[in-house]
């Protein structure tokens, strides 16, 4: 049956978008990374209400007025306690994907939004800041699951002429989720105090569309032949995503894999880490997931108000400043989506890293200088967005679709069980320690993300190879040399030396 449904194909290879390919990529998307993109901003413009009811409620339930210095506090736990349950999230990505495939784990996971939605929406009317905090934190645990999620299905349902195209479709929902975000959170819309709760609760509109129709779309056929060894599932997946395209290829090529793999059980967090022939590899998605998060663009995110306000823009205009940038960081995001497989990921990596240095360098001249040149304040607000443009062009996207890139289908999930956790680890500290790191060094603490920025331009430059147009086993197999790796042992790990067959697959092994 599986032969008779392969002979149906028209001979031409299913390597151009389609439909049902463009559809899943948006869908997945829009019910899981636009909402990490709206949660990372969300908090930013009813900031100052959110202090004003912690400040209401604990003096109505515990008769104490707090500080300013405790109210940051609190609020700060508040914007990083996401981080904390996206880094619970990450943890639980192996294991989700090994038993209910990355379709399926979308899927569940949409509960945790309809649970901290609900517990937001109605924390004001219960008087209950706990509920705030408790909130933010299971929408950062879905968070931590989708962020690693999507790409992983969206690299595997995906040829690998659009693998980076497909790739960064999840970073213009991200971008589009914080521009969002700050547009719903214009005073004239639901930037009121009374309307705080409902901004933060809008998140469950999305997944409730991505709930309904999601279960329609296939599993990943990598999934379901290599880690399942339904052939069957794997052929009428293939050909949902590719109605006229010839499937045979892509079938040989991850049958070749599923035979070099030296046992199709997921590899634990444990052993990645310790299999020498994959530790460039995991350096690499290491460097990149921290890099991303330290690079200072989430103390942007959490905070453009705040840094708006010190570099001197009218309170009045920043909350349409900061809708600017949000819709600059949408058309970054797009001109990076169209350009990765013209350009490759190591220019999208190295470009945006190097402006996002020079413009973190930019702001602390700015904030120095503003005080002797008037426009200096003007060249501030252009740095920050310059920040954002450089991070929504490639850094924002490019190391989640890398991590899918570099490892093979056993090492995967264990992969982005590990730069999840880094991520949002890095992710954790940065909105938690910037409002503190910003009052001891004012402005001097750009130079320690531009430092960062520059850091892992070179890294890219002199490490990671180009991954644009190349399968899964033929990247492995690039980082054989520099993993110290003889033939004989990629043999023996599954790392199999391939040849080019057709244009797409791997069939014969070289001697």
């Known amino acids: 049956m599986a032969d008779e449904i392969l002979l149906e194909s028209d001979g031409k290879h299913g390597t151009h978008l389609t439909k049902s390919l463009l559809a899943v990529a948006f869908l997945a998307s829009f019910g899981s990374s636009m909402l990490y993109g709206f ?29 300013e210095r405790h109210l940051t506090i609190l609020y700060s736990v508040t914007v990083s306690i996401f981080a904390i349950g996206g880094m619970t999230g990450a943890l639980l990505v192996g294991k989700l994907v090994t038993k209910f495939g990355r379709k399926g784990t979308l899927v569940r996971a949409t509960v945790l939004v309809f649970i901290g939605g609900a517990l937001m929406g109605f924390s004001r009317s219960c008087r209950m800041p706990a509920m705030v905090i408790l909130g933010r934190f299971i929408t950062g645990v879905h968070s931590g699951i989708c962020l690693s999620v999507v790409p992983m299905y969206l690299g595997e349902i995906a040829p690998k002429s659009l693998r980076g195209f497909l790739g960064l479709v999840p970073s213009i ?14 005073h004239e819309l639901l930037g009121k105090e009374e309307h705080w709760p409902l901004l933060l609760s809008l998140i469950v509109f999305p997944t409730m569309i991505q709930l309904m129709l999601l279960p329609w779309f296939p599993e990943s056929p990598r999934y379901l032949l290599i880690e399942k060894g339904n052939i ?28 070099s793999l030296s046992s199709i059980h997921t590899i634990s967090v444990w052993g990645l880490l310790r299999d020498r022939c994959v530790r460039w590899q995991v350096i690499t998605i290491m460097v990149l997931n921290i890099g991303m998060q330290l690079s200072g663009i989430d103390a942007i995110w959490f905070y453009t108000n705040d840094i708006f306000r010190d570099a ?41 890293f190097l402006f996002m240095g020079i413009c973190c360098a930019g702001i602390t001249l700015s904030v120095l200088f503003q005080a002797q040149v008037a ?37 995967r999930p264990a992969a982005y069980t590990v730069a999840g956790v880094l991520n949002w680890m890095s992710n954790f500290t940065i909105g938690f320690v910037f ?62 030396k391939m040849a080019e067959m057709n244009g797409y ?3 014969g092994l070289h001697s």
């Open 39 to 67: 949660n990372l901003a969300v908090v930013n413009s009813p900031a100052q209400y959110i202090k004003n009811f912690y400040n209401e409620t604990l003096t109505e339930s515990y008769n104490w007025i707090p500080d």
């Open 173 to 186: 929902h991200i971008c589009l989720g914080v521009f969002i975000a700050q547009f719903l959170g214009l």
């Open 232 to 259: 069957h599932a794997t052929i009428q997946a293939l050909k949902w995503y590719r109605p006229k395209g010839n499937i045979q290829a892509e079938v040989d090529e991850m049958q070749e894999e599923q035979r």
């Open 312 to 352: 001197g823009i009218p309170d009045l205009n920043i909350p349409y400043v900061t809708v600017g940038t949000g819709a600059i960081e949408v058309i970054s995001g797009m001109l990076g989506c169209f350009t990765i497989e013209r350009v490759g990921r190591r220019p999208l990596i190295i470009g945006g």
């Open 375 to 411: 426009y200096m304040r003007y060249i501030s607000v252009g740095c920050v967005v310059g920040i954002i443009a450089g991070f929504c062009i490639g850094p924002a996207g490019v190391p989640f679709l890398i991590t899918a890139e570099l490892f093979k289908q056993s090492h």
């Open 435 to 496: 409002p503190f790191l910003e009052m001891t060094m004012g402005p001097y603490c750009y130079l320690i993300f531009c430092s960062i920025c520059l850091g892992v331009a070179l890294y890219t430059i002199f490490v990671i190879p180009e991954t644009k147009n190349k399968t899964f086993i033929e990247i492995s197999e690039m980082f054989s040399a520099k993993n110290n790796i003889l033939e004989e042992e990629l043999t023996s790990n599954g790392y199999l």
């Open 505 to 507: 697959g791997t069939l």
